[in-house]
């Protein structure tokens, strides 16, 4: 049985000079709004999820594409997650999975609080931005067939 949140709101602080994260909105077990109203472009969020340096999505997740090398098997695969999770649920694992499971070790891509062991240059921001995370969620969403 999911486990269901209360509404509700969060809005981070400053993460660095003139920059805030924008604020969203918990619904039970998403974040049925994209960030900032913005609308995600499936292709570059592909290129984030395969890129090994901001998303760095594949070393945890096996992706839609078994070509692609070096693939963990820590998280769940990506393939057909379109089919099993709506947008508003992709976008709130991706923005903070703790809120769901507390003991989740996947990391959070728009939450700059409460963090350990965060490089001083990282320190403050947010490891994704709003437009890069609902372009994940957008390619996600995609990923309907197994």
Same mark, same amino acid.
């Given at each position: 049985?999911?486990?269901?949140?209360?509404?509700?709101?969060?809005?981070?602080? @400053?993460?660095?000079?003139? #920059?805030?994260? /924008? %604020?969203?909105?918990?619904?039970?077990?998403?974040?049925?709004?994209?960030?900032?109203?913005?609308? =995600?472009?499936?292709? !570059?969020? /592909?290129?984030?999820? !395969? &890129?090994r340096e901001r998303g760095n999505c594949l070393i945890c997740h096996q992706g839609a594409d078994a070509s692609e090398p070096f693939q963990g098997t820590i998280g769940p695969s990506l393939a057909?997650?379109?089919?099993?999770? @709506?947008?508003? *649920?992709?976008? #709130?694992?991706?923005? &903070? =999975?703790?809120?769901?499971?507390?003991?989740?070790?996947?990391?959070?891509?728009? !939450?700059? /609080?409460?963090? %350990? &062991?965060?490089?001083?240059?990282? !320190?403050?921001?947010?490891?994704? @931005?709003? *437009? /890069?995370?609902? &372009?994940?969620?957008?390619?996600?969403?995609?990923?309907?067939?197994?």
């Amino acid at each position: 049985m999911k486990r269901l949140l209360p509404a509700l709101l969060w809005l981070a602080g @400053s993460c660095g000079p003139g #920059l805030a994260l /924008e %604020r969203y909105t918990i619904v039970g077990d998403a974040i049925p709004a994209p960030l900032g109203g913005l609308a =995600g472009n499936a292709a !570059r969020g /592909e290129a984030v999820v !395969r &890129d090994r340096e901001r998303g760095n999505c594949l070393i945890c997740h096996q992706g839609a594409d078994a070509s692609e090398p070096f693939q963990g098997t820590i998280g769940p695969s990506l393939a057909g997650v379109g089919a099993r999770l @709506s947008p508003g *649920q992709i976008r #709130l694992r991706m923005v &903070d =999975g703790a809120v769901l499971n507390p003991d989740t070790v996947m990391p959070p891509y728009f !939450r700059v /609080e409460g963090l %350990r &062991d965060v490089a001083p240059a990282y !320190r403050g921001k947010p490891a994704l @931005s709003a *437009q /890069e995370i609902e &372009d994940v969620v957008a390619y996600l969403a995609t990923l309907e067939r197994p």
